[in-house]
């Protein structure tokens, strides 16, 4: 599940929860993730993910990749004494914060890591530290020996088992996809993927509309005899469904970006317009923020003959979620339907 900072009506992994279980506790969620009994870690898949933790031998290859790279996009004059600080703090005061080890940021833009967090992310980055836990959503570092458990860390898979396993972990999360699907899963070279096929155990599909071969778990297909029955709710930009956008687009049939870093005049949909899930389908775009005890729909953007009933409901059980009271809309695309929406959330 990636990781955001940015809060609209919930964090990105709290969007993502309250989609697949409803309107469950927020702190609840928090709990799951990094709670003393949760069974998690943090690490680059696609982007910075929370990942299961049975999956840790999996990405032994990117953590060797990584050490052999010998750098990440930031750099230190004397990186081993600034990793030999990191250890020898967890070392004697156990798991800690970059603002607990001496500050994440150097002083300047928010990129500007202080050389303790530049260490602290490497270590994490090679696989000698781990986060397993986040305090006010800070990632917490610790040590992997001390972390993770003895019978993961003693796992040793080559990079072809690696890649095997991230392969069929993608496949069963997708259903069907192309190679390329199947790489931006778990952020994989296309080469690796191609050559993990036959031992992830994926047979070969063709799917109607798609001019790429596709793959998907032996025996996945023989289970969809029904037509999936789903929620009507909105969706995080950063949700497993949706992140993919060219996937999102040849599944759904809609064009979705986020646009959060698009200058304000250029954007179509909105700041953090998120889609709106009805059972199988994606019929509108919602740009939310919450006011105080009012959720505002700043822009909707409606794609389907019956968008406005579903846009209705996802905002009134949305509303509720984040203890709101009250949902006001506005401003509609195409404008000539604004009363229909306006009609259904009566």
């Given at each position: 599940m990636q990781l955001?900072?940015?809060?609209?009506?919930?964090?990105?992994?709290?969007?993502?929860?309250?989609?697949?279980?409803?309107?469950?506790?927020?702190?609840?969620?928090d709990?799951?993730?990094?709670?003393?009994?949760?069974?998690?870690?943090?690490?680059?898949?696609?982007?910075?993910?929370?990942?299961?933790?049975?999956?840790?031998?999996?990405?032994?290859?990117?953590?060797?990749?990584?050490?052999?790279?010998?750098?990440?996009?930031?750099?230190?004059?004397?990186?081993?004494?600034?990793?030999?600080?990191?250890?020898?703090?967890?070392?004697?005061?156990?798991?800690?914060?970059?603002?607990?080890?001496?500050?994440?940021?150097?002083?300047?833009?928010w990129w500007d890591w202080?050389?303790?967090?530049?260490?602290?992310?490497?270590?994490?980055?090679?696989?000698?530290?781990?986060?397993?836990?986040?305090?006010?959503?800070?990632?917490?570092?610790?040590?992997?020996e001390r972390a993770v458990p003895r019978a993961l860390l003693?796992?040793?898979?080559?990079?072809?088992?690696?890649?095997?396993?991230?392969?069929?972990?993608?496949?069963?999360?997708?259903?069907?996809?192309?190679?390329?699907?199947?790489?931006?899963?778990?952020g994989m070279l296309q080469a690796s993927v191609r050559g993990a096929i036959d031992d992830a155990g994926l047979e070969a599909v063709e799917v109607e509309g798609w001019d790429q071969p596709a793959w998907a778990a032996r025996g996945a297909l023989g289970a969809l005899d029904a037509r999936?029955?789903?929620?009507?709710v909105l969706l995080s930009p950063f949700d497993s469904l949706v992140w993919d956008r060219g996937r999102t687009e040849r599944l759904f049939s809609?064009?979705?970006?986020?646009?959060?870093?698009?200058?304000?005049?250029?954007?179509?949909?909105?700041?953090f317009a998120m889609p709106v899930l009805a059972g199988d389908r994606l019929v509108a775009l919602v740009d939310p923020k919450r006011l105080k005890s009012t959720l505002h729909a700043r822009h909707v953007v409606l794609h389907t003959r019956d968008a406005p009933r579903h846009v209705a409901a996802a905002l009134r059980e949305a509303a509720t979620w984040v203890g709101c009271d009250d949902v006001v809309v506005d401003r509609v695309t195409p404008e000539a339907r604004a009363r229909e929406l306006a009609d259904a959330l009566r």
């Amino acid at each position: 599940m990636q990781l955001d900072t940015i809060s609209v009506l919930a964090r990105s992994h709290e969007l993502v929860a309250y989609a697949r279980l409803g309107a469950v506790r927020r702190s609840s969620i928090d709990d799951a993730f990094w709670g003393p009994s949760s069974q998690t870690f943090e690490f680059w898949s696609h982007a910075a993910c929370v990942l299961p933790l049975e999956t840790w031998p999996l990405y032994a290859a990117k953590r060797r990749a990584r050490l052999a790279k010998g750098r990440r996009w930031h750099d230190l004059d004397d990186r081993e004494a600034a990793c030999r600080v990191v250890r020898d703090r967890l070392v004697a005061d156990g798991p800690l914060t970059a603002r607990q080890l001496g500050g994440a940021k150097a002083g300047g833009s928010w990129w500007d890591w202080s050389d303790v967090k530049i260490a602290a992310e490497w270590l994490l980055d090679i696989g000698e530290v781990v986060a397993r836990e986040r305090r006010g959503f800070e990632r917490v570092y610790d040590l992997a020996e001390r972390a993770v458990p003895r019978a993961l860390l003693e796992e040793a898979p080559s990079d072809q088992e690696c890649a095997a396993g991230l392969v069929a972990s993608a496949a069963s999360a997708l259903g069907v996809a192309t190679v390329a699907d199947l790489a931006a899963y778990h952020g994989m070279l296309q080469a690796s993927v191609r050559g993990a096929i036959d031992d992830a155990g994926l047979e070969a599909v063709e799917v109607e509309g798609w001019d790429q071969p596709a793959w998907a778990a032996r025996g996945a297909l023989g289970a969809l005899d029904a037509r999936p029955r789903g929620r009507t709710v909105l969706l995080s930009p950063f949700d497993s469904l949706v992140w993919d956008r060219g996937r999102t687009e040849r599944l759904f049939s809609l064009r979705y970006r986020l646009e959060a870093y698009v200058p304000k005049h250029l954007r179509v949909a909105g700041y953090f317009a998120m889609p709106v899930l009805a059972g199988d389908r994606l019929v509108a775009l919602v740009d939310p923020k919450r006011l105080k005890s009012t959720l505002h729909a700043r822009h909707v953007v409606l794609h389907t003959r019956d968008a406005p009933r579903h846009v209705a409901a996802a905002l009134r059980e949305a509303a509720t979620w984040v203890g709101c009271d009250d949902v006001v809309v506005d401003r509609v695309t195409p404008e000539a339907r604004a009363r229909e929406l306006a009609d259904a959330l009566r």
